[in-house]
């Protein structure tokens, strides 16, 4: 092992972990949301020009990675082990971190389409839960895109989705797609505008008249806990709510 250079990235890391502005950069994130720019120099209370001198610093020790998505660039932690190192100094240190709380209207927050797939919380959660039952495989850090494993194949099919149709559609097949309100992915692409396709007809959500809103039928919460294991609470609670 070469010591001497061990030593020195050590170094180097713990450098640009310990400037407080980028610090506080840094833990705004480890929630697991992206945020822009903009929006890290507010946290950090630096100009947005020196923002951008700090997260170009993070970014060359690879302690942040960032997304481009339309006009906006998104910023998250590099890994996981990042995180991990962050929540350790956090102990560390004796001090507690502030929760993120989006200010987002709630019933957008909640459930909403976005462009033609589901988004907001419900999307994110339905995202995550495809991808611990391992029906999604493949996402990378550059540009998000997944694969649909055989059990997921035969899953959405069960569904009445025709996978092959989504495939030889002119349009990505499925990536994850960074949720403006709750900075993390949901299901983008042709699989995740077939899956919207699915729940509407099915009735498990239904849209809100001249809005982006849906909503989850009792219908809803009910097969989406069969055959996702998706547990949403009740009418009052976050994407549980009914019409």
């Given amino acids: 092992m070469d ?3 061990a030593e020195e990235a050590i170094s180097a890391i713990a450098s640009a972990i310990g400037e407080p502005a980028r610090a506080r950069m840094l833990y705004s994130l480890v929630d697991g949301r992206a945020r822009t720019s903009t929006e890290l120099a507010a946290v950090a209370d630096v100009t947005p020009s020196t923002a951008s001198v700090h997260l170009n610093r993070l970014k060359a020790e690879r302690l942040v990675r960032v997304v481009a998505q339309g006009k906006h660039r998104y910023y998250s932690l590099g890994t996981a082990e990042v995180a991990a190192a962050l929540e350790s100094l956090s102990v560390l240190a004796g001090v507690a971190r502030a929760r993120f709380v989006p200010n987002t209207p709630l019933q957008l927050r909640d459930a909403r389409t976005c462009y033609d797939h589901i988004a907001g919380a419900l999307g994110v959660a339905l995202h995550d839960r495809l991808k611990a039952l391992r029906w ?3 996402s990378s850090a550059r540009d998000g895109a997944y694969a649909l494993t055989p059990q997921g194949a035969k899953a959405f099919e069960g569904l009445g989705i025709d996978v092959d149709a989504a495939r030889a559609l002119r349009r990505r097949f499925a990536f ?3 949720d403006w309100s709750e900075r993390r992915s949901h299901l983008g692409g042709a ?3 077939a899956l ?3 729940a509407l007809e099915r009735r498990w959500v239904v849209r809100e008249l001249d809005s982006r809103v ?4 009792a219908a809803g919460r009910r097969e989406m806990n069969a055959r996702f294991g998706l547990r949403l609470g009740d ?3 976050p994407h549980g709510r009914t019409e």
């Fill in 196 to 198: 919207l396709d699915a």
């Fill in 191 to 193: 699989l995740g505008a």
């Fill in 3 to 5: 010591v001497d250079g």
């Fill in 176 to 178: 994850g797609c960074l």
């Fill in 235 to 237: 009418a009052d609670s």
């Fill in 214 to 217: 849906l909503r989850v039928t």
């Fill in 136 to 138: 999604l495989s493949g």
